[in-house]
């Protein structure tokens, strides 16, 4: 009896293996690969759009051809562009070029996918000089047992696109010294006068904001004596694949009153980009045809304007606008402000190669300060978030607030920032003042440096 029991116990076991394996195989039908599916992309094709535009109307015939030359229209090779199968994880599960991709079907576990590809990676750290970079993210799902097939793939401009043009009227009323700096995070551009390009930005997010200031010198009677004018704007919910034209123009600029309008237009290559707002925004100076700013160092580069007596000034004692000076053990930076009629704003705004505004931040500083208000001075990347630096502008005894708003007379004294400068290495540095009355009438003059 103990024989049998034995017996039967023996076979109830194997029978309980043998129903566990033929219940394992149940589940996958003997096939290993039922939790995988196929990609077939070996008729994929792929478009690349670029812009074909015609240079912005306004821009002299003898910019055009420059200009239109240097537009992303120019044919691409899709045989070298960069192919990659990623997972949800984040991990690239396959890359090849675009000329080398698989004819075969790509078995990959099932699960959500992205198809990458690109022309070239974006940079996220420095725009680019006419380099524009294409490509498209397209995600897909690999279902148990299914054939997954991508077709047609239509590739944009994945930066964005910004380029600055003038009027041939404008143009000839600006000094070769003027420029455009084109901002988009923390990369910027300087686009001199007469640069015909277009500047690509890697786009952080998005929706960005695209920030644009001309600092420039006017000469209303284009008589080869000019008056410094800054115009600036911020661009609103530009994503990537547009491209916005900047194009000024001069109005009235036969009186005393300049006015300078900007027209932004935007250009999108995919439907699903959208477009963004088409806006015009307008800067007005009174402008002395007399005066002399310097820009082209011409004119007396002192600031002490000599048409009407109510225009402000900025003198900087013992030096003038036209050169740089090397920062030295008696270098000073004393500067004296007149404004008849009170003055609204004060600026000074630092650009320095090595003087970072990261730095300026860490030292409870930023890089525009606003001396008639210290609790609204800024960061140029941030200009809506004001920070208060009234503790150390008192501690470098740099004037500010009721010592300067409404004033008609102010000394500045920014001698203190010299042993800074000095501190941080081989660099330029420009100090931008600029001074606003209460008419509204602005003057700005750059204090150029240099530590060797």
Known sequence: MKRFFTAVLMFAAATLCGCSGDGLQTDNGGDATADYGTLLIANLEIECVTDQREPEVGVSSANAVQLNATRAGEEVDINTFNCQIINEKNEIVMEFLYADRPTEAIELP???????????????????????????????????????????????????????????????????????????????????????????????????????????????????????????????????????????????????????????????????????????????????????????????NTGDNTGDPNTPTIVWQGYGYEQRYPIVSDTTVEIDVTAPLGIKEFLCTIKSEVLTPDQLWDNNLCDVLNLCDATKSYDSRNPSEYRDVKEALDQLNIANGDAVLGKTKVHLSITTFMPMLKMTGKGKHDFIITVTDNEGVSVTQTLLLVTE
Request: glycine content about 8%; overall charge negative; aromatic content about 10%.
């Open 110 to 300: 099932t699960g959500g996918y992205t198809f990458k590809i690109y022309s070239d990676e974006v940079p996220t750290e420095q725009a680019l000089w006419n380099t524009p970079i294409y490509g498209k993210n397209v995600p897909f799902k690999i279902s148990r047992k299914t054939d997954t097939t991508l077709s047609n793939i239509v590739c944009t401009l994945m930066q964005i696109q910004v380029s600055v043009s003038y009027s041939a009227d404008l143009r000839e009323r600006l000094s070769d010294t003027s420029y455009a700096t084109v901002t988009v995070g923390s990369q910027s551009l300087r686009f001199d006068i007469d640069e015909k390009g277009s500047g690509f930005f890697y786009a952080p997010a998005d929706s960005n904001e695209v920030e644009f200031v001309l600092t420039a010198g006017y000469s209303a009677a284009a008589n080869g004596i000019f008056s410094p004018i800054t115009v600036s704007k911020t661009i609103s919910n530009v994503k990537p694949g547009q491209h916005s034209d900047i194009h000024l123009y001069a109005e009235h600029s036969d009186t005393g009153t300049i006015t300078i309008s900007t027209q932004i237009k935007d250009w999108v290559v995919d439907d699903e980009i959208g477009t963004f707002d088409i806006s015009t925004f307008v800067a007005e100076s009174i402008i002395d045809e007399n005066a002399g700013s310097g820009d082209d160092g011409e004119g007396d």
